[in-house]
């Protein structure tokens, strides 16, 4: 397993970060064992959130990590958390300091290592939201702080807000990204992550599945999948539209995921993680693997790099459609 920087923190996490939100998985035990399989592999490297299934993720994690959470990075997210009142939602000071009691509680553990905002809140102002912060860190209940899914100038608000401030910082962003999905993090988030020295975790490498090669167009979704209509059953229910979401297009970059993962004795997931840890920015992509299997499928991704000839044909295949300008 690789270990890479998380931005200029000096914390180093494993390549591959597991998430822990479990949407296809009903057996809360083959959670468990997912997550002892990624430790047996060297993963250190954990993500969960308030918000998933209720709090029921980040009790599993909690469970499954008892007796080695020295050993990892965990992290968390917040907006919303229970919901079991109207106060349990969004960014304020109020929320921020119940829901980091509650995650806690429920992970076992005396502090999180990178707290993260899962979205930003338009009703808090985020001057609001950093000072709570910074005192979780002071108080030694938060290593460091980060955020997912800003838009861009808000981000930029924020970080110049802590500077101004001199509140913690952010030290870790979380956005989506795969090759379906580019238009966001390369033109911006890139390279705003080099210039301020930011960890950047991925989420979604494989597009909810659609790239680990299971799904082809034409042919009816594997059951118990989000892309499954009317089966799902997960821990945290979901459904998506796999007609529409498997174009043409989307089915040949599998099939190209596919072969050059064929030449090179490798699966089309595995292929489809190295493309994103070619990026030197990224920290470590999240995987959502759900069986030990999968997690053996994909941290064998860790170690190896695509050469400059397949990433140019996956480059290719996957850039984004421009419109044209009408002038």
Not at 269 to 278: M, S
Request: glycine letters at 8%; charged letters at 20%; a neutral charge.
């Amino acid at each position: 397993m690789e270990y890479r920087p998380l931005g200029r923190t000096g914390v180093h996490g494993s390549s591959i970060c597991l998430g822990t939100a479990f949407r296809g998985v009903q057996d809360e035990e083959i959670a468990v064992r997912t997550i002892h399989a990624a430790l047996e592999v060297g993963c250190n490297f954990f993500d969960s959130a308030t918000g998933y299934a209720g709090g029921r993720c980040e009790q599993l994690l909690g469970r499954a990590l008892k007796g080695r959470r020295q050993h990892v990075v965990l992290t968390t997210k917040v907006y919303s958390s229970l919901l079991r009142d109207a106060n349990e939602a969004g960014l304020s000071r109020y929320n921020l300091m119940r829901a980091i009691e509650g995650s806690l509680q429920r992970l076992q553990t005396d502090r999180v290592d990178v707290y993260l905002l899962r979205t930003f809140d338009r009703h808090t102002p985020i001057e609001e939201t950093l000072r709570a912060l910074d005192d979780l860190v002071h108080q030694g209940k938060v290593c460091y702080i980060g955020c997912s899914n800003f838009p861009v100038w808000r981000l930029v608000d924020a970080l110049w807000t802590s500077q101004r401030c001199g509140f913690a910082p952010f030290s870790c962003l979380q956005y989506q990204y795969n090759l379906l999905n580019r238009t966001e993090v390369e033109p911006e988030i890139m390279p705003l992550c080099r210039h301020y020295g930011l960890g950047l975790m991925t989420y979604s490498p494989l597009a909810i599945g659609l790239l680990s090669g299971r799904f082809r167009r034409g042919q009816p979704p594997p059951p118990n999948t989000p892309w499954s209509p009317g089966e799902f059953k997960g821990l945290v229910p979901n459904q998506y539209d796999f007609a529409a979401a498997m174009t043409e297009r989307v089915d040949g970059l599998v099939q190209l995921l596919s072969d050059i993962g064929a030449r090179h004795g490798r699966t089309a997931a595995q292929t489809a993680i190295a493309w994103i840890l070619g990026h030197e920015e990224v920290s470590a992509p999240i995987v959502g693997a759900e069986t030990p299997e999968q997690i053996a499928e994909i941290c064998a991704a860790s170690d190896w790099k695509l050469d400059a000839q397949d990433r140019a044909r996956l480059d290719a295949a996957s850039a984004p459609l421009v419109e044209p300008r009408i002038t």
